[in-house]
């Protein structure tokens, strides 16, 4: 079994019309997980998710999910049992977006805003992030250095970015696989073990002729977004089989 763990605000969940379009986004994750994985794959939100209760579960890979909450409205030490997941857990982990920024917290990295604004300059509509910069949209990330997780990708792979924080700095451990012009801590692994992060959406895949499309995507384009990019499908194939829980393609 995979896990994939919802770290969304408890904020979000108790809001009719916030949940249920969180709900929605949720299930189109697992139901793109599934369809990738040779095993089932549970959603849980993150308060119920421990260390034990793992290992009672038979999870055999992990997915952080990313969250639209900033950090500072979190109560103090709501993280403390995925941190020691993050920390301890002997299975494979890839964070996204803001998994990955809990990862690199996790191991003593800072996480702020990109940068301010430019003056004048006009912000991406959609998840908060007044007056800072957002990368935003399907864009290009540069591969810094070969590894399973990018197999197949090329050098350029595209995948949908939606942030306005990033992680400042690289953790002590850790090796640095991927980065773009506006933010250079895009892609990164752990030393010693299967801990991955990634700054970008690899679950807001398109493929050729897919009509339907990611909440995400509906988010970053209302006006509709035509074009195929499934290079977010084969990095999630590409954690999956580090994990062994890989359909063949």
């Not at 301890?88 to 917290?105: F, K, N, T």
């Not at 590894?147 to 350029?156: A, K, N, Q, R």
Request: aromatic share 10%; proline share 8%; net charge negative.
């Amino acid at each position: 079994m995979i896990c994939y763990v919802d770290i969304e605000h408890e904020d979000v969940l108790n809001d009719p019309e916030e949940r249920d379009a969180h709900l929605a986004w949720a299930m189109d994750v697992q139901l793109r997980l599934e369809e990738l994985a040779a095993v089932p794959c549970l959603v849980q939100h993150y308060r119920r998710v421990t260390l034990a209760r793992l290992k009672d579960w038979g999870v055999q890979a992990l997915i952080i999910s990313g969250n639209a909450s900033d950090w500072e409205s979190y109560p103090a030490g709501a993280f403390d049992a995925l941190f020691e997941i993050i920390r301890e857990a002997d299975i494979p982990i890839l964070g996204i977006c803001g998994g990955h920024q809990l990862i690199c917290m996790a191991h003593g990295a800072p996480a702020g805003p990109i940068r301010p604004l430019a003056p004048g300059a006009k912000n991406a509509a959609g998840l908060g992030g007044e007056g800072y910069f957002k990368e935003w949209g399907f864009l290009p990330v540069d591969v810094l250095q070969p590894d399973p997780l990018f197999e197949g990708l090329g050098e350029h792979p595209v995948f949908l970015e939606m942030h306005y924080w990033e992680v400042k700095q690289l953790p002590a451990e850790f090796i640095l696989l991927a980065s773009t012009a506006e933010c250079g801590i895009q892609a990164v692994r752990h030393r010693r073990k299967p801990l991955y992060g990634v700054q970008f959406h690899p679950e807001a895949f398109i493929l050729p002729g897919q009509r339907y499309r990611s909440p995400l995507v509906r988010i970053v384009y209302p006006g509709g977004y035509d074009e195929a990019q499934p290079d977010g499908q084969v990095l999630l194939r590409n954690f999956l089989r580090i994990a062994g829980a890989a359909l063949s393609p």
